[in-house]
């Protein structure tokens, strides 16, 4: 595609509830990033993936919070048992290589509210 | 925790107006990039200018790098009311491929 899309665009949940994200990077792209964003703050790195190579899942606030990435494209983020504090903007970027002077792409964001 | 800092937090002008954002950070950088967000959405990359560089332009931006005093700036000139959006800036963290973002820079340009 042309650029990197998520979905859905928003999503409300009730408390204790699961909920999945999705992302669709740029094709040809081997690096994905997830980051979550709270009102008013900058970007908190979640997890990122490269190629074939074990992701870095450092970025993750809890064990509640997980993340797939298939095929070397298409990644879902999975919060389990939504706690109010997982309210917050989920943004997915790609690069071509991963490294810190390419360019981060991201996508439009799926806004999370866990009511 | 964010290595960058970014002053002012918000910032207000009129159309045709320049507006000026700094970010400080911490540590050693090879590369500081500047990053444009409008509504709350996804993030627009701006400009990278490296470590050796101390002045680089895009369009109607110029970003400067004193890698001394650990600190940049974003200039917009003859700002337009399309350029209402928050502003960060970004370091890669040691391991390369992580970016640290900053707070943001909240830019508001009046009609």
């Known amino acids: 595609g042309a650029g990197v899309s998520q979905s859905p665009s928003n999503k409300v949940t009730e408390k204790g509830k699961d909920v999945e994200l999705r992302c669709d990077p740029i094709?040809?792209?081997?690096?994905l990033y997830w980051y979550r964003q709270s009102l008013g703050q900058g970007l908190e790195f979640l997890i990122y993936f490269q190629g074939n190579s074990a992701p870095d899942k450092s970025g993750l606030p809890s064990d509640r919070f997980s993340a797939e990435r298939t095929g070397g494209s298409v990644s879902t983020l999975t919060i389990q048992r939504t706690q109010q504090e997982d309210s917050a903007v989920y943004l997915c970027a790609s690069s071509l290589r991963g490294r810190s002077t390419d360019t981060q792409y991201f996508g439009p964001g799926t806004r999370l509210t866990v009511l | 925790s964010q290595q960058e800092e970014e002053d002012p937090q918000a910032l207000s002008i009129q159309e045709g107006e320049n507006a000026t954002m700094n970010c400080s950070y911490k540590t050693s950088i090879n590369n500081l990039q500047w990053y444009r967000q409008n509504s709350g959405r996804g993030l627009v990359h701006l400009i990278l200018?490296?470590?050796?560089?101390r002045e680089k332009h895009s369009g109607r931006l110029r970003v400067t790098l004193d890698t001394s005093k650990k600190s940049s700036s974003l200039l917009i000139t003859a700002s337009r009311a399309a350029d209402t959006a928050s502003y960060f800036c970004?370091?890669?963290?040691?391991?390369?491929?992580?970016?640290?973002f900053g707070a943001g820079t909240t830019v508001t340009v009046r009609a």
């Open positions: 970004a370091t890669p963290l040691s391991n390369d491929y992580k970016l640290s």
């Open positions: 200018i490296r470590s050796n560089e």
């Open positions: 094709s040809g792209h081997t690096a």
